[in-house]
């Protein structure tokens, strides 16, 4: 198939254009480098260098014969991505062109608008650029389980039966979350939604939880081939943050209590989940809703498993309990039905003491790159 | 009270000017002329010439010995907007200032990028400058009864109670639209809602329903203080079009079956809802939410009401089923629950043949003035 990766360059999208193109599907790969600009801006820089994109590609062609296209720029600029969907008419658009942050979306009015903008112009860009020349091409959306927050009944996959005094119908789950960045996911999947029904349009959303690790079978080829990897508090999520505070011996910071309790997935699942989606496509006129997520787990819990993991391997792990800057509920039901990506046939990797000892030692490569100010960036939600 | 409206020129923003006004509030607008410029560039201009809001505003100073403050000016522009939030220091915020029209969000992708910035980019401004200036101040923010769709279940006032699998929870009504507008209000109310959680605000929702007439006390003074009145497909209520269409002897463009049943209110008493919202505010902390109407028709039963007042006046009026250029239900359950604002005072105007007898007087004097090409300017949904 022909593919467009939108948001090429990030922890997801280059992992993704090299698991594709491994598979002898056509690459067209779209970033503007936004994580790599703002996470200079904030001192907040990925843990393991990487190539710029177009390096990347050179790389990954000389590592494994296979040749990916890639353009550098915005897609919020449509004449821009319309050239794209011209030139390429790829078969399938895989949209992670998105500003991933929440602390990111909390720090500022600028930061919020730029997260709204970008977000959602991007969005509807992709959903007009795909009207306009091909509207069989499959959309593969990034949403996240933070679309559902922490409600206190079960949390379906994508849609909840209702049945109210008597008559009954069916409904996106009801959505509210935690912060601005992931209220625009929400705001994607109302628009998504609405042009799914309009222009019957065939769409993947796949509500992904945190994701952890570094290794796919592509990167493992060769290290400059690796993701960005980041570990601060705006850009990095809280597995992977743990791990190298581990391994630099600072006491993990635990948010409040730690008994948040979230939906996490390894990377090599994320590849999985979207390959899978890519392959069994959503049907004309179907806005098909995933949990893309592996195992629950609470903040504590992965606390525990990083302290037991990094004491074996010798590092002296603390763990601390820092003021929470998030508004969030620190005790909460949670209960998540995730049985879609497994019926496609997704084979989950879990998060085993080998998976984390595996992080450690590559992360322990990189010790002397790690920015202590970036752990705790004092961003703070009221 | 010290009141800010934002969209002080249009259809419900003067006339709010003026009713505050009139009861001795001190009243700020703000407006940018977007309908003005929109409805000349589409060749849709209201009815009723009206003059420009600074001379509006003379004119109610001569008429009523009332000042109001205003300001020209386009609130995505949040320096702007800032400026004005901490020269007034307003104790309540209405925010009117939104691309209104379903069809102007479905001509284009132009015109949808333009909505969709235009409606959440002035919604989270307000909501920053009322964080940053005094979070205290009440923002009622107008929705609408399209963000519910047409459910097969009963519409409650914005909130539902759901029991699944022995478990509840209380979340927002589910929401889910007819057009990439109605969907901007969505993603309004999405972020309106996160935003009262983590900040606290006070915010009112209003849910309201297609509106209709031109008369206020305040107008009645002069009809130089007339609202802007739109007949045309694109800014103009069905029931505003109507009227103007049995004026004109154009058949009523009923879009397919007509049996799509809406809530509606007279602007006599949107004026109230808003007063009434603005006197009794929302809690800190809270987005409450009313479903603002006061009765519901279907397009047929309007057609037919404006029909018969239409031939008692000695009009020839022709009823026509056009094809519908919208994508929404023709046949459809609706059972509205809207008892929030009866119970802060609410006193509905219903829509007799009185009502709209006089309606159809006013629109009389202005017939020559009528475009007939604005009635169907074929936008279409597909």
Known sequence: MKILILGADGYLGWPTCMYFSSRKHKVIG???YFRRTASMELDCEALIPAPNLLQRVKLWKDTSGN??????????????LLSIFKEYNPDVVVHYAEQPSAPYSMINREKAAFTLQNNL??????????????????????????????PNIDIEEGWLEIEHKGRKDKFLFPRQTGS????????????????VRTWGL????????PVYGLSTDES???????????????????????????????PLTVYGKGNQTRGFLNLKDTMQCVYLSAEQPAEHKQLRIFNQLTEAFSVNQLAEKVKKIGDKLGYNVAVNSVKN???????????????????????????TDDVLEEIFKVVD??????????????IKWT
């Open 121 to 150: 112009m991007t969005t509807l860009n992709v959903i007009y650029a795909v009207k306009e020349t091909n509207p069989e091409c499959h959309i593969i959306k990034l949403g996240t389980m933070g679309e559902y927050g922490t």
């Open 30 to 32: 779209i970033d503007n």
């Open 220 to 250: 493992d080829m060769d290290s400059r081939l690796m993701p960005h990897f980041h570990y601060d508090e705006i850009f990095g999520t809280v597995l992977n943050r743990f791990i190298v505070q581990a391994v630099a011996e600072y």
């Open 365 to 378: 490569k990189y010790k002397d790159r790690i920015n202590r100010s970036a752990f705790l960036k004092g």
């Open 202 to 209: 065939r769409v993947t959303d796949l509500m992904q939880g």
């Open 180 to 195: 601005l960045y992931h209220t625009t996911k929400i705001q994607d999947t109302d628009m998504l939604w609405f042009y």
């Open 67 to 80: 040749k990916m296209n890639i353009h550098i720029g915005d897609i919020t600029d449509y004449a821009f």
């Open 325 to 351: 800057p998030r508004i969030e509920k620190e005790d909460h039901y949670y209960n998540i039905h995730y049985t879609g990506l497994l019926e496609l046939g997704l084979q989950p990797h879990f998060l």
